[in-house]
């Protein structure tokens, strides 16, 4: 990868990085969160990839031969596609404000938020997240960063489940109404 375009997806996610920092200690304490496997079942994709890495069970050519000619055009969309996912993220975070934690729980005086990134999408950090990781795989242009993307996004698909109980749970009114009317992470699919 050309140094520029280094230099360029340091600079997204080191942003991303340093705002989830900053953020985290702004948090609402916690009132309960999900427990058990509930609670370690998001992480099982990324779990399994890594092991697949470590144990060198992934074919070599996967992680570092090119999958095509790689050209300016493929980086650039790669980078566009992760600063759009970082900025949705951050989008989102920030709208999310108080009421955000990085593992499924509920805050004391919880609050739904449907609104901004909220309406496009029910988890619009991990679309963020999501779109983050694939620009970046893309930009690699090997089969190591497209399959980091869909362990991403297996990883957050289940995480967003267990956050769907715990908000049926906490909101069961306004909740059942809110998923009808928005996707979970794709706008209009899924």
Excluded at 25 to 31: W, Y
Excluded at 84 to 95: H, N
Excluded at 132 to 149: P, Q
């Amino acid at each position: 990868m050309d140094p520029m375009f280094r230099i360029a997806f340091g600079c997204a996610w080191g942003v991303l990085v340093l705002v989830w920092v900053g953020g985290w200690r702004s948090s609402k304490p916690t009132s309960h969160r999900a427990v058990g496997l509930n609670s370690l079942t998001p992480y099982l994709p990324v779990l399994i990839g890594a092991a697949l890495l470590r144990m060198h069970l992934l074919p070599e050519s996967w992680i570092k031969e090119p999958l095509s000619r790689h050209s300016f055009a493929l980086g650039a969309a790669g980078l566009a596609i992760t600063v759009l996912g970082v900025v949705f993220a951050i989008w989102s975070r920030a709208t999310l404000g108080r009421n955000w934690s990085s593992v499924p729980q509920v805050k004391e005086q919880h609050e739904l938020v449907v609104k901004g990134p909220y309406r496009i999408v029910r988890h619009p950090i991990y679309t963020g997240l999501i779109l983050a990781v694939a620009g970046t795989g893309l930009a690699l242009d090997k089969g190591i960063g497209l399959f980091m993307a869909v362990l991403v996004f297996a990883s957050y698909w289940l995480k967003s489940r267990v956050e769907e109980r715990l908000m049926m749970e906490t909101f069961p009114e306004q909740y059942p109404e809110y998923r009808r009317r928005v996707k979970a992470l794709i706008p209009g699919i899924l």
